[in-house]
């Protein structure tokens, strides 16, 4: 059966069963009310009982909006003004739930940097239900930060607020420089205080997905060799993201294939922007191709391709230039769940499975070399080689002299317009190498033919880093202006504005972040 064909039942009202047994503390019933503001249509609490546990949000004692997404609310057919309203706040912070919604907790495994977990699971964040948006996409929609869950292991399922506006600026971001992400569709603080390494005020996040199964879901299954609930889950996957896989001759292999194009898709979009995303494990991988889970993220100023920001990456295992090997290696562990499904013997299957794998590496170079050169202003037969030697030379040049990624691109968009290069020359410690590599770039460069396409692949603003922070530590604060300014300053990230001007530029030496932290 198809189970996207399932429609979701009556809108409940409660949970579908054995509340005594989950919920032994009453005071942490969530209130239903009867009102379906949200037209939730749930499949993922149709699959099997063992896919994930049922667990009502948290309450919390004085939820306060923070921002709502208004033209996502509306693409997923909720009224913005509902969600910003006490009922909608309510919802949004956990303390109420509409009907229809179905709160479950999600079961997955993963490997973090290289160990193997077999059991991580939502153990902060809450999926309240499913809708269909005004494109006919199925999009999860989940509260992170709502509360201990059956996977909270030692955590306290609490979020802090700056991983909640970190998550909401650079999400939306990658969304508005083309980047396939989950999305942000509010923000709210709670009023309570979460204990970090000091204590810090909550707040709760409302994501947007078209699926939160990740990697690390079918590692979950295939831990405990449970070979029917890999199938069930790959042809949920199927049928919700890849569904030309299903009428493939191999179907399972036909999905492994869909989403090492997906990855090998994102991975270079990532690249292109200088974004790292800090914490590449299987459990942060998205089957749908979308980057999902910003923890340690960021992009970078300065280039150089060991970049890293986490502090809790400390072999630099996820630095900006391994994220290719390392997606790969991720596709890997996720081949190797599909083995059972894909062939009778494993014997049989790996072969195959080796041969989808093998194609990630061709599919990422060229589009990692397409998109370079629509950054440069090169043609695509600029060379024998499409450009991959300039572009070498380039990102060494860049290392070399510690230029700053995003402004290189922005201001050599400006020399294609025939600007005086000194703002160019000046990123570079020694202005003279600058020269040097405009003279090879003019000989090669076709800055009148492929303007466009630099413009467009050259975002003048991203979200950087010490504005990241500026914003977060004003929010604890007590003021979201920081926040609100760059989130509405992003949402045009490759249009000249000289309101936000101040927002384009490098840190100064004092303002420099070296480290974002995972805690949350
Ligand atoms: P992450 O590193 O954010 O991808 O999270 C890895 C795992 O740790 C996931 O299973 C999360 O649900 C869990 N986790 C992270 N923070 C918390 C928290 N504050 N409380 C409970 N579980 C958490
Ligand atoms: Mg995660």
Redesign the pocket.
Known sequence: MDPLMGRSRAPLCRLREAPKARFANPEERAIYYSRMPIPFDNTYARLPERFFAQQLPAPVPDPKLIKVNTSLAKQLGIDPEWLASPEGVAMLSGNSLPAGAEPIAQAYAGNQFANFVPQ??????ILIGEVLDNDGVRRDIQLKGSGRTA???G????AALGPVLREYIVSEAMATLGVPTTRALAAVSTGETVQRETPLAGGVFARVASSHIRVGTFQYFAAREDVDGLRALADFAIARHHPEAAIAHNPYLEFLRSVIAAQAKLIPQWLHLGFIHG?M?T??VAISGETI?Y?PCAFMDNFHPQCVFSSIDRKARYAWGNQPSICQWNLTRLAETLLPLIADTREGAIPLAETALAEFPDQFESRYLAGFRAKLGLDHDVAEDGGAAFLKTTVNVLAEQEVDFTLFFRHLTRVAAGENPTEFTSLFKDPERAYDWLTDWQAIAEPESQFDAMRAANPILIPRNHRVEEAIQNGYRGDFAPFHRLVDALANPFSENSEFADLETAPKPEERVTETF?G?
Not at 120 to 125: N, S
């Open positions: 991580l699971g939502d153990g902060r964040a996977f909270s292991r955590g306290d399922g609490k914490v494990n459990d942060n889970d923890g995972c949350s």
